[in-house]
């Protein structure tokens, strides 16, 4: 009961600012009700949602107390360890949302949502105090996903004099690290395997599902790289017509990449192609 009335809690702000009546996000009541049955479990949920809204980014999430706690990347997780990606800590969103894809027409978010990645993660060994780990601004941890593998790191940084604080007054500001190991490498994971883990389409087999004439009155990309995408999008789910169905397949898992002396070099379970 604890677990549920604290998921509740930290859902407050999420269903704030939604209307449910238009929106076809889950409301989180029963990620509320889930919380409970899965406060002992020993496997934690992790997703990542490739949203194209006013601007096209991905959102990471990690389960933690029968929520997941959320950031969205504006230029998606990196396999190269150079690489520090900007993630913008935003509101905890409810389990149920990890399955979530799909058209969001109006309102906050107003976009398409894609599940680009899903699988399990777990602190590494010093963090498993997750929330302490969070409010000190570091949390080491594994993935295994059907795209990102292996050790990462999200580390907040000082923030700037800009309003990004969030409701607790510490910087929203994080940056998303992958941690030099054999899942590590040159490849751009995000460019190479684009299609949903869950439809195994792209945004417009998606938006062809739905009916494509709200997004004439409903555009939530306007001009720029992110408003020409939509138009292209757009274009070609009408062609699909809502009964459409993904024509693209990958596997349900896959090894996206190995770091060697000589560079990175792709290895795969399975011929997939995400």
Known sequence: MAERKQASRRLAEYKAKRNF????????????????????????????????????????????????????VPKGPSLNTKDKRLAMRV?????????????????????????????????????????KALQKGELK???????????W????????????????????TWLLIKHRDEWAGAIDVVEQFPLSVKSFGNFEDILGQDTPDVWESHRPAKGGEAGAMLARIIERAQQLGPAAKP????????????????????RTRRSAKA
């Open 21 to 72: 009546s238009r929106t076809p996000e889950p409301s989180g009541d029963t990620s509320a009700r889930r919380a409970a049955a899965k406060a002992k479990a020993k496997e934690r949920f992790f997703c990542v949602q490739k949203h194209l809204a006013s601007h096209l980014h991905y959102d990471f999430r990690l389960e933690h107390e029968g929520v997941l706690l959320s950031w969205a």
């Open 141 to 151: 941890f594994r993935l295994n996903g059907v795209k990102l593998k292996g050790g």
């Open 247 to 266: 024509k693209k397949k990958q596997p349900s898992r896959a090894k996206t990449g190995k770091a060697s002396a000589g560079g990175a070099r792709r």
């Open 153 to 172: 790191v999200i580390v907040r940084t000082g923030g700037r004099a800009d309003g990004r604080t969030g409701a607790d007054g510490q910087s929203r």
């Open 91 to 131: 509101e905890d969103h409810p389990l149920d949302y990890g399955e979530f894809e799909g058209v969001i027409p109006e309102g906050y978010g107003a976009g398409i949502v894609l599940l680009w990645d899903k699988g399990t993660w777990e602190p590494e060994p010093g963090f498993e105090d997750v929330g």
